[in-house]
Antibody
């Protein structure tokens, strides 16, 4: 069964940093683009960042550009999100998600259960 | 960024009734529109991709239609497990964007 397992969430002070990880299993990880999507408490879904299967191409939401960095280690089947200069508005559940198709990232067919990030002093 | 506007915000229906959810894009997204279902405390689940294709394991009562800027998700006869929040998402342009969601609640 295809699975994604996020980790690394927690409580961090404003201005601080955090690194999220997403361990993938039961599919050819390097063949699929991946995304991070977040959901603030009581709010809707917000796409955060995406990365191609090779890791060469990355995209970001305007709200995190310059502060967050997405990366992947295909030898370890793991996706990462480095989050710097964190703000209260970054407080959310962060989901990693697998691209439906192997060629482009348009839609997401497998999601992890999420990891919670809280930015507060 | 492409803005997706979902309507209505809340839909109050009874089991067995037909649900019609709308998603309108601020510019054309061709057919690159997906629908997700989310229940409380759970991750989203892909229902429909490329506007009208059901994802693996999704029951036939879920159908999608539309292209360009106007899209519809139809649930032909609501089952108790279908009461949830539904989001549309465009995969045409970066950044990817989601609509604000439609909550389908029991009347």
């Amino acid at each position: 069964e295809v699975q994604l397992l996020e980790s690394g969430g927690g409580l961090v002070q404003p201005g601080g940093s955090l690194r999220l990880s997403c361990a993938a299993s039961a599919f050819t990880f390097s063949s699929y683009a991946m995304s991070w999507v977040r959901q603030a408490p009581g709010n809707g879904l917000e796409w955060v960042s995406g990365i191609s299967g090779s890791g060469v191409t990355t995209h970001y939401a305007n709200s995190v550009k310059g502060r967050f960095t997405i990366s992947r280690d295909n030898s370890q089947n793991t996706l990462y999100l480095q989050m710097n200069s964190l703000r209260a508005e970054d407080t959310a559940i962060y989901y990693c998600a697998k691209s439906l198709g192997s060629t482009t990232l348009r839609h997401m067919d497998v999601w992890g259960q999420g990891t919670t990030v809280t930015v507060s002093s | 960024d492409i803005v997706l506007t979902q309507s209505p915000a809340t839909l109050s229906l009874s089991p067995g009734e037909r649900a019609t959810l709308s998603c309108r894009a601020s510019q054309s997204v061709s057919s690159y529109l997906a629908w997700y279902q989310q229940k409380p405390g759970q991750a989203p689940r892909l229902l429909i991709y490329d506007a009208s294709n059901r994802a693996t394991g999704i029951p036939a009562r879920f159908s999608g239609s539309g292209s360009g800027t106007d899209f519809t998700l139809t649930i032909s006869g609501l089952e108790p497990e279908d009461f949830a929040v539904y989001y549309c998402q465009q995969g045409s342009n970066w950044p990817l964007t989601f609509g604000g969601g439609t909550k389908v609640e029991i009347k």
